[in-house]
């Protein structure tokens, strides 16, 4: 049995922030606005994963009011979805990833972020797909959003 999700996130830019995407740390010179640490990539895969399984959403689960969410490592809201998936005893079968903005350039930071998906959702980098997607100019530089899709399959 399959299940198929959609998540979408988008975040403004910061000055003098450090980038996170995909669980990495990036060193550019602006990084993400957000009450946690700003990692659209892995909120849109956290809520792809929780609206496979129609388990609520990010939001639900780490209202961004709640102190203890502050400036929280994304990985945590991405662990909590794989949690409840593995208890509903379903798994990955693969992955699309759109990330949409100006900045960064995605073709040189694809492999780490490929290989950190692949750590963090433990599958193989062959069922990840991240591809990038300027906004020519609409919106101009001020946000990145990502839009990901994921298919889950009972594990028997
Ligand atoms: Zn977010």
Redesign the pocket.
Known sequence: MYRIGIGQ?A?YFEDGRKLYLGGEEFDVGYGLK?H?D???LL?AITDAILGALAQTDIGTLFPDKSKENKNRNSVDFLNKALEIMYDMDYSIVNLDCNIIADKPNISTIRDRLLESLSKLLGISKSNISIKAKTKEGYNKEDSLEVLCIVLLQKMI
């Open positions: 996130d975040h957000g946690s700003g990692d659209a909120h």
